[in-house]
């Protein structure tokens, strides 16, 4: 089984950052891509940005210049910069993990508890 966890959330003002972390644990094999997304009341669950296994990375036209992703993957973790963050940002945000579990027969698709950023004004 895998387990990813989602930390690093919390309330900033208007242009502050904050970093979320999502660590994968479990019985894992490999992880290929892994993703960030959010979801704002009321709204649907959108793709924030994407990393590759080699680090290849693409992002929302909202979070570009804003936001980086990164990985780490001999930790099996992932990261989210978030820098000149704006009140829309204010989201749970969840890790996504396409993953191979030890002993397993396929990917599976796997997501995090998610974590709450909110921006104030």
């Known amino acids: 089984q895998v387990q990813l966890v989602e930390s690093g959330g919390g309330l900033v003002q208007a242009g502050g950052s904050l970093r979320l972390s999502c660590a994968a644990s479990?019985?894992?094999?490999?992880?290929?891509?892994m993703s960030w997304h959010r979801q704002a009341p009321g709204n649907q669950r959108e793709l924030v940005a994407t990393i590759t296994r080699g680090g290849e990375t693409n992002y929302a036209d909202s979070v570009k210049g804003r936001f980086t992703i990164s990985r780490d993957n001999a930790k099996n973790t992932m990261y989210l910069q978030m820098n000149s963050l704006e009140p829309e940002d204010t989201a749970v945000y969840y890790c996504?993990?396409?993953?191979?579990?030890?002993?397993?027969?396929?990917?599976?698709?796997?997501w995090g508890q998610g974590t709450q950023v909110t921006v104030s004004s």
């Open positions: 996504n993990a396409a993953a191979w579990p030890t002993f397993g027969r396929r990917w599976y698709d796997y």
């Open positions: 479990g019985t894992i094999a490999r992880i290929d891509n």
